[in-house]
């Protein structure tokens, strides 16, 4: 049973589109997250939401939009698709630094 | 701030030979340590984490790493590499886990190679 899951694994789609990426996770932890790993392999955060709220956002444009909708989902909508956001997006939750556990993934190759 | 540098975006051993894997932080506060594995086209595994208390710490794998604090250290070792450990390596570091939303600051990635 796969603890934090993203669906899609693979997304491709022309600029200028609209996208969500979906996560779940069943381990029962209050925080989850979005890192973003670019081209170069670098990870970077980009939002955590513990129960449900708002905790970090790391200067990400506001065409990125999280939601939230209970504890055990964090989904990330993007809107007016850019080339520069081709990326890998995981996904991740803990309930506290001890406890990080990532989804597999969403690829995401905007053409 | 918190950051984490790691020397040598590629290392290169021969299968059997001692696996090192550099990772330096800057913290201003007491870091919590960690390094990760990510396989091709896969999410990233944990592989060993520093907390508090003892300062060697073992992981999955066979794989190891010393925390030390005088020289803002955190190196990753294996004494025998196999080739099914060629895979990227990421050292992350976080602040103290008391707080919700706790981030992870990464390094910028070592790709470990194994020639047979």
């Known amino acids: 049973d796969t603890a934090v899951s993203q669906t899609p694994k693979y997304l491709v789609t022309q600029m200028g589109n609209d996208k969500s990426i979906k996560c779940e996770q069943n381990l029962g932890h209050d925080t989850m997250y979005w890192y973003k790993q670019d081209s170069k392999k670098f990870l970077k955060i980009m939002f955590s939401y513990n129960n449900k709220e708002l905790i970090i956002n790391e200067t990400v444009p506001n065409r990125f939009s999280p939601k939230s909708p209970d504890k055990a989902h964090l989904n990330l909508h993007i809107n007016s698709l850019e080339l520069g956001d081709s990326a890998v997006y995981f996904c991740?939750?803990?309930?506290?630094?001890?406890?990080?556990?990532f989804g597999s993934g969403t690829r995401l190759t905007v053409v | 701030a918190q950051s984490v540098t790691q020397l040598g975006s590629h290392v290169s051993v021969s299968e059997g030979a001692l696996v090192l894997l550099r990772c330096n932080y800057s913290s201003s506060v007491p870091p919590y340590l960690f390094w990760y594995v990510q396989y091709p086209n896969q999410g990233l595994q944990l592989l060993l984490k520093?907390?508090?208390?003892?300062?060697l710490v073992k992981g999955i794998n066979g794989f190891e790493a010393e925390f030390k604090k005088s020289e803002t250290s955190f190196h990753l070792t294996k004494p025998s590499a196999h080739m099914s450990d060629a895979a990227e390596y990421f050292c992350?570091?976080?602040?103290?886990?008391?707080?919700?939303?706790?981030?992870?600051?990464f390094g910028g990635g070592t790709r470990l190679m194994v020639k047979p």
């Open positions: 991740a939750s803990s309930q506290d630094t001890y406890g990080y556990t």
């Open positions: 520093y907390t508090t208390g003892a300062t």
């Open positions: 992350a570091v976080s602040k103290s886990p008391n707080n919700a939303g706790n981030m992870l600051t």
